[in-house]
Antibody
């Protein structure tokens, strides 16, 4: 069955960066894009960007344009999201999600809590 | 970015009764090439990731009970739970994938009255 398993919780100081992973199984990795969506406490879901897992092309939200990098390792069937220049407002649960088609997110990872605190 | 506004923010419905959630987008979500509306609905329970319920505004995802239905077109959309069950207590989000800058509604919390 399709599974997206994310890396464990992280704690960072302001100004640092964090790199999260999303390991997939149960389907052909390169046939489906992967998106990253975050959920800060009490906030709505916020789309961060996506990667075409076939050719590596990426598209980022302008809200994170200068701070986020999404990559993938096809041999490991894993997508990564790195967020830099962290601030306290980046404290959130970060989800990866598979793109069924056109941006419809049909399978989600369990989420990774990132806490930014001095 | 396209702004998605849901109403109400929360609602309490008796078991077996109908629950209706509205979602309004700041611009049309109708894709001219395939004549489909680029609108999805997700259900999120505490401690869990969102679960896809509906896409293309009215297509039910496989495995989703048929008491869940989606309707609407253009800028106005509705998610209806025809007969609320205890396991439907959750937060529901609408999501537009029309624009490359994807956005979500603020969420509607559904509880049992």
């Amino acid at each position: 069955q399709v599974q997206l398993v994310q890396s464990g919780a992280e704690v960072r100081k302001p100004g640092a960066s964090v790199k999260l992973s999303c390991e997939t199984s149960g389907y052909t990795f390169t046939n489906y894009a992967i998106h990253w969506v975050r959920q800060a406490p009490g906030q709505r879901l916020q789309w961060m960007g996506w990667i075409n897992t076939g050719n590596g092309d990426t598209k980022y939200s302008q809200n994170f344009q200068d701070r986020v990098t999404i990559t993938r390792d096809t041999s490991a069937r894993t997508a990564y999201m790195e967020l830099g220049s962290l601030r306290s407002e980046d404290t959130a649960i970060y989800h990866c999600a598979r793109d069924l088609v056109a941006g419809i997110l049909d399978y989600w990872g369990q989420g990774t809590l990132v806490t930014v605190s001095s | 970015d396209i702004v998605m506004a849901q109403s109400p923010d929360s609602l309490a419905v008796s078991l077996g009764e109908r629950a209706t959630i509205n979602c309004k987008s700041s611009q049309s979500l109708l894709n001219r090439s395939n004549k489909k509306n680029c609108l999805a609905w997700y259900q999120q329970k505490p401690g869990q990731p969102p679960r896809l319920l509906i896409y293309w505004a009215s297509t039910r995802e496989s495995g989703v009970p048929d008491r869940f239905s989606g309707s609407g077109s253009g800028t106005d959309f509705t998610l209806t739970i025809s007969s609320l069950q205890a396991e439907d207590v959750a937060v529901y989000y609408c999501h537009q994938y029309y624009d490359t800058a994807r956005t979500f509604g603020q969420g509607t919390k559904v509880e049992i009255k």
